[in-house]
């Protein structure tokens, strides 16, 4: 058995993306996966899986979403090892005292070197980032709301799906994930 953290992308920030993690629990569980946890009502999943390759723990995750709701929601997973490393990987722990200024997006992919070089925030912008494999780390001391480094600026730089979550998620779903 292989424990991962599943983000699903734009699930229950409002319209039509809702579904109850009640529901998701059991869809996952009538997947095939174990131990099925969420936290917080905004797509955030940690589950055992019978395999440790993740293109097949997204499509299961993906299939099984789209038999309930009807909906493509683009999922994207880490591993336990995974998530330790993106802990520990943090640049901005040492230069933010508030949690709440730091975030990290993930990808799902490492964005070509010509997309990752165009990576750099627009004029004005306060916030900052640093691009790490398939994670973004975001340090915006005027919060997530009001920064341009969101999930779109990002994908239309990289050319890749992301998610982002704050640092508090982050540790949850780490300790979480550690079981």
């Not at 949690?99 to 306060?126: I, M, N, Q, R, S």
């Not at 239309?156 to 992301?162: E, F, H």
């Amino acid at each position: 058995m292989t424990r991962f953290v599943a983000l699903l992308r734009a699930v229950n920030i409002g319209g039509g993306s809702s579904m109850a993690m009640v529901e998701l629990r059991q869809v996952l569980a009538d997947s095939g996966f174990s131990d099925v946890q969420t936290y917080i009502q905004s797509g955030n999943v940690v589950l055992d899986a019978d395999t440790d390759d993740e293109a097949e723990v997204v499509a299961r995750i993906r299939r099984g979403i789209s038999d309930k709701w009807g909906k493509d929601v683009p999922v994207l997973v880490r591993s336990h090892d995974e998530m330790k490393a993106i802990v520990a990987a943090n640049p901005y722990l040492d230069v933010e005292d508030d949690l709440t200024k730091l975030h990290v997006t993930f990808l799902d992919a490492v964005p070509a070197a010509d997309k990752a070089a165009a990576l750099v925030p627009p004029p004005g912008e306060t916030g900052v980032l640093t691009l790490l494999g398939r994670e973004i780390f975001l340090h915006v001391p005027g919060g997530y709301g009001r920064t341009k480094l969101q999930n779109v600026f990002v994908e239309r730089k990289t050319g890749t799906v992301s998610t982002t979550r704050n640092w508090k998620s982050v540790l949850k779903l780490t300790e979480l994930v550690a079981g």
